[in-house]
């Protein structure tokens, strides 16, 4: 066995080095230590607790706590006492819409997680190899199209995101991936062709293709000139790397027992926490907006002029509405205020400036240059986008 797992070294494994993964993080301080000096070991002059044996009590997260406790009562209140909640129009409307959110994007938070512990299983070499190379038009191509392929709602793409980062995709990639995304899915994408037609369906697809791909190019330009950090878990891959007879031979050497099963359980739960605490803070912010903005306002006021335009923009930043129910919104945009170009601009600036995905970003990367990055250079294409559709529809 190497010094390196050996000893209670503080240093970090290098983060362009993909293959220690596991051992090396976990073989000093594990249950079991090889060596019984390395933690808490005892010298003639005082016990010596070890930088890598971490005994520092956990913070208790009080945004996660206090989110699930209220969106737990709301939702308790709705499905146990209808009828005393409907005596308090205020409490009503709150509880309704916790209610009718979280049974609209539980499968898509429960899928993200399961992928997140899948993820967490899957080395750095091979997420590299599918993604393609960070900085590269191919890969954000791969990004990209990933992005419009996977099946999952606006939160649970969240967490595959912040995942993919973890795991050395670079910022542009990342950022391609979720604009292109979050509403691109075939259940999402069935429900739009039902509500807007076809053509629009696949017009507003191809066109947010072209705006992830300008946002993530601009992102890794941004990078390579370091007006914004790279990603510090970079990986680069063997020159010799061959994707699938190294896949073939993990699959080979992998167990699916129970005990693959607790650590992809353990990881969903621990790697989510971060997303989940956003989603849930969303959540209540939708809720609350639902309690004092009026939703016929749309009809009103969201027309296919520049001010519906800014309206819609603002309505959709402020807004949590998941993927689900952006779609109905959307249409209502088109079919009831004509406004087309307000019905892109509302799927798309809810994914370029929603609160949510700018505080995972800014949590996931460390930087607020990151996460303000994404609406600042997002929102102008998606305006100028909407306003041509306006224009000549």
Same mark, same amino acid.
């Given at each position: 066995? %190497?010094?390196?797992?050996?000893?209670?070294?503080?240093?970090?494994?290098?983060?362009?080095?993909?293959?220690?993964?596991?051992?090396?993080?976990?073989?000093?301080?594990?249950?079991?230590?090889?060596?019984?000096?390395?933690?808490?070991?005892?010298?003639?002059?005082?016990?010596?607790?070890?930088?890598?044996?971490?005994?520092?009590?956990?913070?208790?997260?009080?945004?996660?706590?206090?989110?699930?406790?209220?969106?737990?009562?709301?939702?308790?209140?709705?499905?146990? #006492?209808?009828?005393?909640?409907?005596?308090?129009?205020?409490?009503?409307?709150?509880?309704?819409?916790?209610?009718?959110?979280?049974?609209?994007?539980?499968?898509g938070i429960l899928l993200g997680m399961l992928m997140v512990g899948l993820l967490s299983h899957v080395p750095r070499e091979f997420v590299v190899s599918i993604m393609g190379q960070g900085g590269t038009f191919s890969?954000?191509?791969?990004?990209?199209?990933?992005?419009?392929?996977?099946?999952?709602?606006?939160?649970?793409?969240?967490?595959?995101?912040?995942?993919?980062?973890?795991?050395?995709?670079?910022?542009?990639?990342?950022?391609?991936?979720?604009?292109?995304?979050?509403?691109?899915?075939?259940?999402?994408?069935?429900?739009? /062709?039902?509500?807007?037609?076809?053509?629009?369906?696949?017009?507003f697809i191809a066109l947010s293709v072209v705006v992830a791909l300008i946002t993530g190019y601009i992102f890794d330009r941004l990078v390579a000139s370091r007006r914004l950090p790279p990603n510090p878990n970079k990986?680069?891959?063997?020159?010799?790397?061959?994707?699938?007879?190294?896949?073939?031979?993990?699959?080979?050497?992998?167990?699916?027992?129970?005990?693959?099963?607790?650590?992809?359980?353990?990881?969903?739960?621990?790697?989510?926490?971060?997303?989940?605490?956003?989603?849930?803070?969303?959540?209540?912010?939708?809720?609350?907006?639902?309690?004092? /903005?009026?939703? @016929?306002?749309?009809?009103?006021? #969201?027309?296919?002029?520049?001010?519906?335009?800014?309206?819609?923009?603002?309505?959709?930043?402020?807004?949590?509405?998941?993927?689900?129910?952006?779609?109905?919104?959307?249409?209502?945009?088109?079919?009831?205020?004509? %406004?087309?170009?307000?019905? #892109?601009? #509302?799927?798309? %600036?809810?994914?370029?400036?929603?609160?949510?995905?700018?505080?995972?970003?800014?949590?996931?990367?460390?930087?607020?240059?990151?996460?303000?990055?994404?609406?600042? /250079? %997002?929102?102008? @294409?998606?305006?100028l986008i909407a306003w041509l559709i306006n224009l000549t529809s």
């Amino acid at each position: 066995m %190497s010094d390196e797992l050996n000893s209670c070294s503080s240093q970090k494994p290098d983060a362009g080095n993909c293959s220690h993964d596991k051992k090396a993080e976990s073989s000093c301080c594990s249950s079991k230590p090889v060596e019984p000096s390395c933690c808490g070991a005892k010298t003639a002059e005082k016990k010596i607790q070890p930088s890598c044996c971490d005994t520092t009590p956990k913070k208790i997260d009080y945004l996660l706590w206090s989110t699930s406790i209220i969106i737990t009562l709301l939702y308790g209140l709705h499905l146990l #006492f209808p009828e005393m909640v409907a005596a308090t129009p205020f409490l009503n409307t709150a509880s309704h819409s916790v209610f009718e959110l979280i049974n609209t994007i539980w499968w898509g938070i429960l899928l993200g997680m399961l992928m997140v512990g899948l993820l967490s299983h899957v080395p750095r070499e091979f997420v590299v190899s599918i993604m393609g190379q960070g900085g590269t038009f191919s890969g954000l191509v791969r990004a990209t199209l990933a992005g419009v392929l996977l099946d999952l709602c606006s939160h649970g793409i969240l967490m595959v995101g912040a995942k993919l980062y973890e795991r050395g995709v670079s910022a542009g990639q990342v950022i391609a991936f979720l604009v292109a995304s979050p509403w691109n899915s075939l259940s999402l994408t069935l429900i739009l /062709i039902a509500l807007i037609g076809l053509k629009w369906t696949l017009a507003f697809i191809a066109l947010s293709v072209v705006v992830a791909l300008i946002t993530g190019y601009i992102f890794d330009r941004l990078v390579a000139s370091r007006r914004l950090p790279p990603n510090p878990n970079k990986c680069d891959i063997a020159t010799d790397f061959e994707f699938w007879p190294e896949a073939k031979a993990s699959l080979k050497n992998l167990k699916f027992n129970g005990d693959f099963v607790r650590s992809v359980g353990k990881h969903a739960l621990s790697d989510s926490k971060m997303v989940i605490r956003w989603i849930f803070l969303g959540i209540l912010l939708a809720a609350a907006l639902r309690t004092f /903005i009026d939703p @016929q306002l749309f009809e009103a006021w #969201f027309g296919p002029t520049l001010i519906g335009l800014g309206l819609t923009v603002l309505v959709a930043t402020i807004l949590e509405v998941c993927s689900e129910g952006s779609a109905p919104i959307a249409a209502d945009l088109m079919t009831r205020a004509g %406004s087309p170009g307000n019905s #892109f601009a #509302f799927l798309m %600036s809810g994914v370029a400036t929603d609160y949510t995905e700018i505080m995972v970003l800014r949590q996931t990367t460390a930087s607020w240059k990151i996460a303000l990055a994404l609406p600042l /250079i %997002s929102v102008p @294409q998606i305006v100028l986008i909407a306003w041509l559709i306006n224009l000549t529809s």
